[in-house]
């Protein structure tokens, strides 16, 4: 192989092999490729987005503030979904009263007091494996748990305890990584000058680690609160709120604004093919806004110390 | 390592029984000791070990053995550390010499598979025994780790950790100030002392972790290494500034650098690994002595680089 | 803090290596409230499977074995054919898995080896916002614009039908599948890389021949994940699919069908009347029972895939 090299004037062959790479044609087909397979699913982000902005646009234009402001109605003139985000808004008060402190408290055991012991092992591989449960299997539970078993009916109550018990997993996994990501050589420093395990974990460990806390519960509250199969499990669908003294709120019969959506999607008329594109857009501005916010955060904070 | 250093274990112990027996019977290595703290403590030599645990030992290690599960990585240690010396750990890399170092506070205790035999005295008082709080035992034994670690903090938060969590009520500024002036870093920190431990350089740094160690008023500084990060002049900074602290502090620092041992220590102990892969002492003595007249030929072999 | 030990030859005491009884105290109560919190997260774990198991069980015992094999599924009228909703589901995972294995691989492929730094920076935000769309966006999506600009135009199906449910399902476990396989992909250590480049291999070959075989466990950790996903997404299904009540067998993608999630929607919807008449709520857990065990299957084993990849490198 290399004695024709050298019988040709070496430096000619040398420049043309070095030159000659520009001509990998199958290659630029593959990045073309690649680069479009990127690009339809974004484009599907923005033909989502734009078909579900401009079908809303009648109702935007025709009545924005009585829109967000009026209660369900079977009559499209009327229909608006205060109700729904209210309802939403109470269900992710209980996801984050409940799933953020019992899901945090779970990973800062898991990860800073157990020991690593095949038990340990086997409650993080089944929290794992929580987190790949189907939402409606959530729903499950609610249903036989807390509506049925506690006797809590289809409530408020149920609803958010059942979102909250979605959450939970999600909640203990970004934890636990956020804790993982923490240097051992904190801790041994902590440790070292004579701090208790909760003096570690309190002083430099939490604040260490909030920020992917802090971003990884956002994310999941904002997967929660998009979040509709498990809230029709447990009767979100039928019912609107009575009243709104927040007693009759929790105990009555209640909606969401994704439950909206789905029963709302399912009306012939094409008025509410409106209606449902404006109360989505409401939803994903909620949703889009949470989500950059927790983006942000984790920009910020990444380049902290 | 483990293979080529084997025969030479073999060759040059041939009466030595394979367990270590030869740690805790080698009566020169324990009157080797005496004599280096007699002679630095100007007392009369020959005392044995009950004279020198009775006044000078702020250590006492009786045949401590470290495991991590079913591994021993240390085997039958015997020796004591005495107080306001500065004793150096030399031995070849995974001799278990950090082990034994983490033994002296309990940070073998973070590890989850970590256990001892074997006894740790301090000041009198078995380290191991029930109802021995870590956390005070870490508070009066401080350490410094080989990397640099000062929290993501600013210097004073980094200085005034230890005493905030130890219940300290006086004044704070002043002790952060007194223990950055003993750590030698005061003059390079006063004016930033809001800034980022973590903004100095590796140097500055090591000396920030010294000063947070003593920050808390310990009574012993464990050193892991403290240097392996460092450039040579941050290295010499560090050796001098260990000179000065052990008027007042009792240090034991590990080190892979025989140089670093010679220039500033008081007492070498020398390690090594068995067959087993579990370190042991092969001897202790004066610095001096370890290093221009040792008493074993795996020493002497180590010393003038011929292994490890 | 207890003075230091500044005299010479001071001896200890036990007691002199005690923290302070209050700071003990504190210690073990914040501990055993973080325990507690494990425990009932465990606790809660545990309640999922004991609920589908209990009502599953009931249904199974009292069930007439036949009727789970009739032709179709029709709860409300004692017909509780598994294959029809087991068909369904398989139907939509499979349309879904042919737009969203090669959209997402190619997209993480894409972000991993080609993409520079700043389009990185901008072009992963856009997934993730991708990924946060709720399923019941979708699902009307589905059946407002693909159904009737993209499948009805092309094959004249009707308005719901199972293709248009797929396609939707495929968009959703798209970021998934291309987010968890760019991660594999970037586990693969950079020598690698240097290795076919410093062999003269071109960027073409050095990923495809080079990095994407180093990752596949990962990359199939991420496939059987984005099946799962699939099979267990339920919102888009109970609007585009057009399987509302019930359905008989059904194959063809282009027709409406039913799946296991679908399923149990429209019960649980109608379940307040439904309850009390014969098995229809405890069925309900039955095919709940199923859908976990699948899932967690797969998931199982996409666990497994991953475990491989970290202990490779």
């Given at each position: 192989?290399?004695?024709?090299?050298?019988?040709?004037?070496?430096?000619?062959?040398?420049?043309?092999?070095?030159?000659?790479?520009?001509?990998?044609?199958?290659?630029?087909?593959?990045?073309?490729?690649?680069?479009?397979?990127?690009?339809?699913?974004?484009?599907?982000?923005?033909?989502?987005?734009?078909?579900?902005?401009?079908?809303?646009?009648?109702?935007?234009?025709?009545?924005?503030?009585?829109?967000?402001?009026?209660?369900?109605?079977?009559?499209?003139?009327?229909?608006?979904?205060?109700?729904?985000?209210?309802?939403?808004?109470?269900?992710?008060?209980?996801?984050?009263?409940?799933?953020?402190?019992?899901?945090?408290?779970?990973?800062?055991?898991?990860?800073?007091?157990a020991r690593d012991t095949r038990a340990a092992r086997l409650i993080r591989t089944n929290i794992r494996n929580l987190a790949g449960v189907p939402a409606i299997v959530y729903g499950l539970l609610g249903l036989a748990v807390f509506v049925s078993s506690l006797g809590l009916g289809r409530t408020l109550v149920a609803g958010g305890l059942?979102?909250?018990?979605?959450?939970?997993?999600?909640?203990?996994?970004?934890?636990?990584?956020?804790?993982?990501?923490?240097?051992?050589?904190?801790?041994?420093?902590?440790?070292?000058?004579?701090?208790?395990?909760?003096?570690?974990?309190?002083?430099?460990?939490?604040?260490?680690?909030?920020?992917?806390?802090?971003?990884?519960?956002?994310?999941?509250?904002?997967?929660?609160?998009?979040?509709?199969?498990?809230?029709?499990?447990?009767?979100a669908i039928a019912g609107t709120f009575t009243s709104t003294a927040i007693g009759d709120m929790l105990t009555g019969s209640y909606t969401a604004l994704?439950?909206?959506?789905?029963?709302?999607?399912?009306?012939?008329?094409?008025?509410?093919?409106?209606?449902?594109?404006?109360?989505?857009?409401?939803?994903?501005?909620?949703?889009?806004?949470?989500?950059?916010?927790a983006i942000l955060l984790r920009n910020r904070y990444d380049r902290k110390w | 390592m483990t293979e080529s250093g084997d025969p030479v274990t073999v060759d040059t112990h041939p009466n030595t029984p394979p367990m270590g027996e030869q740690v805790h019977d080698s009566a020169p290595t324990i009157r080797r000791v005496d004599s280096a703290a007699a002679r630095t403590a100007e007392r009369p030599a020959s005392e044995g070990i009950a004279a020198l645990a009775a006044d000078n030992a702020v250590f006492e290690l009786d045949e401590l053995s470290c495991y991590y599960g079913a591994f021993r990585a240390v085997r039958d240690i015997s020796l004591a550390i005495p107080q306001n010396q500065i004793t150096a750990i030399i031995g070849p890399?995974?001799?278990?010499?950090?082990?034994?170092?983490?033994?002296?506070?309990?940070?073998?205790?973070?590890?989850?598979?970590?256990r001892i035999t074997g006894s740790i005295r301090y000041h009198g008082v078995d380290l191991y025994a029930d109802g021995i709080d870590p956390v005070e035992v870490r508070r009066r034994i401080g350490m410094v780790f080989q990397k640099p670690n000062p929290f993501p903090k600013s210097i004073y938060d980094n200085v005034a950790f230890g005493p905030r969590v130890a219940g300290f009520r006086g004044d704070m500024d002043q002790l952060v100030e007194s223990s950055l002036r003993r750590a030698a870093l005061w003059d390079e920190v006063k004016d930033k002392l809001r800034s980022p431990g973590t903004a100095l350089?590796?140097?500055?740094?090591?000396?920030?972790?010294?000063?947070?160690?003593?920050?808390?008023?310990?009574?012993?500084?464990?050193?892991?290494?403290?240097?392996?990060?460092?450039?040579?002049?941050?290295?010499?900074?560090?050796?001098?500034?260990?000179?000065?602290?052990?008027?007042?502090?009792?240090?034991?620092?590990?080190?892979?650098?025989?140089?670093?041992a010679a220039r500033a220590s008081d007492l070498t102990a020398f390690l090594t690994m068995g067959d087993d892969r579990a370190g042991y002492l092969v001897e202790m003595g004066a610095t001096d002595e370890i290093f221009t007249r040792p008493q074993h030929q795996l020493t002497e072999d180590y010393i003038t680089g011929r292994f490890g | 803090m207890g003075g230091a030990l500044t005299e010479r030859g001071t001896s200890l005491v036990p007691s002199d290596l005690q923290i302070a009884p209050a700071r003990r105290r504190r210690e073990r109560l914040i501990r055993s409230f973080f325990l507690a919190a494990a425990g009932?997260?465990?606790?809660?774990?545990?309640?999922?499977?004991?609920?589908?198991?209990?009502?599953?069980?009931?249904?199974?015992?009292?069930?007439?074995?036949?009727?789970?094999?009739?032709?179709?599924?029709?709860?409300?009228?004692?017909?509780?054919?598994?294959?029809?909703?087991?068909?369904?589901?398989?139907?939509?995972?499979g349309v879904a898995m042919l737009v969203a294995a090669p959209l997402g691989l190619g997209a993480a492929v894409y972000l991993s080896e080609y993409a520079s730094a700043r389009s990185r920076r901008l072009l992963k935000p856009a997934l993730e916002i991708l990924a946060s769309i709720p399923s019941v966006v979708l699902g009307f999506f589905a059946l407002t614009w693909i159904s009737p600009n993209l499948v009805q135009p092309l094959t004249?199906?009707?308005?719901?039908?199972?293709?248009?449910?797929?396609?939707?399902?495929?968009?959703?476990?798209?970021?998934?599948?291309?987010?968890?396989?760019?991660?594999?992909?970037?586990?693969?250590?950079?020598?690698?890389?240097?290795?076919?480049?410093?062999?003269?291999?071109?960027?073409?070959?050095?990923?495809?021949?080079?990095?994407?075989?180093?990752?596949?466990?990962?990359?199939?950790?991420?496939?059987?994940?984005?099946v799962s996903r699939a099979i267990g997404e339920t919102m888009i299904v109970a609007i585009a699919a057009g399987g509302t009540g019930g359905s008989l067998f059904e194959l063809n993608p282009l027709e409406p069908g039913q799946t296991m999630t679908a399923a149990m929607t429209a019960l649980a919807i109608g379940s307040d009347s439904v309850r009390g008449e014969a098995l229809t709520f405890e069925s309900l857990f039955f095919v709940g029972l199923l859908l976990f065990a699948i899932t967690l299957g797969l998931n199982l084993l996409s666990d497994a895939f991953v475990r491989r990849v970290r202990s490779q490198y």
């Open positions: 192989m290399t004695a024709p090299v050298q019988a040709l004037s070496a430096r000619g062959v040398v420049e043309r092999r070095l030159r000659s790479d520009g001509g990998d044609r199958l290659g630029l087909v593959l990045q073309v490729a690649l680069l479009l397979s990127l690009l339809i699913s974004l484009g599907v982000l923005v033909v989502l987005i734009g078909d579900i902005v401009v079908r809303s646009l009648p109702v935007f234009a025709e009545r924005p503030v009585d829109f967000l402001g009026s209660a369900l109605s079977s009559r499209p003139a009327r229909a608006g979904i205060l109700q729904g985000i209210l309802g939403s808004v109470l269900l992710m008060g209980f996801v984050a009263a409940l799933a953020l402190p019992l899901g945090i408290g779970a990973a800062v055991y898991l990860e800073e007091y059942t979102l909250a018990v979605l959450v939970l997993p999600v909640v203990v996994i970004t934890t636990s990584e956020a804790l993982r990501a923490v240097p051992a050589t904190i801790r041994e420093a902590a440790f070292g000058v004579g701090a208790t395990r909760w003096e570690t974990i309190r002083s430099h460990v939490l604040p260490y680690a909030a920020p992917g806390i802090l971003t990884g519960t956002i994310l999941s509250l904002a997967r929660a609160f998009g979040e509709t199969a498990p809230l029709l499990m447990v009767g994704p439950t909206i959506v789905y029963s709302w999607s399912g009306q012939p008329q094409d008025e509410f093919r409106a209606l449902t594109a404006a109360a989505i857009v409401v939803l994903m501005v909620v949703i889009l806004l949470v989500n950059a916010s | 890399s995974g001799c278990g010499k950090s082990t034994l170092l983490r033994s002296f506070n309990r940070m073998n205790d973070l590890v989850d598979t970590a350089s590796g140097g500055q740094q090591q000396r920030l972790c010294i000063a947070r160690a003593i920050a808390v008023e310990p009574d012993v500084i464990l050193m892991d290494e403290p240097c392996s990060a460092l450039d040579p002049i941050a290295t010499l900074r560090i050796e001098e500034l260990m000179r000065e602290l052990k008027e007042k502090y009792t240090i034991v620092i590990v080190t892979h650098n025989m140089q670093q | 009932l997260s465990i606790v809660i774990s545990g309640a999922i499977v004991l609920s589908l198991l209990g009502n599953a069980l009931y249904f199974l015992v009292h069930v007439d074995p036949s009727a789970l094999f009739t032709d179709g599924w029709f709860p409300r009228r004692g017909m509780y054919d598994i294959a029809t909703i087991v068909a369904g589901t398989l139907v939509i995972s004249g199906a009707p308005l719901s039908n199972m293709a248009s449910a797929g396609l939707a399902v495929g968009i959703l476990i798209t970021p998934l599948i291309a987010s968890i396989s760019e991660d594999a992909l970037h586990a693969v250590p950079s020598y690698l890389r240097e290795a076919a480049y410093g062999l003269g291999a071109r960027r073409r070959t050095t990923s495809l021949r080079v990095v994407v075989p180093a990752a596949v466990s990962g990359i199939i950790a991420a496939l059987l994940l984005g």
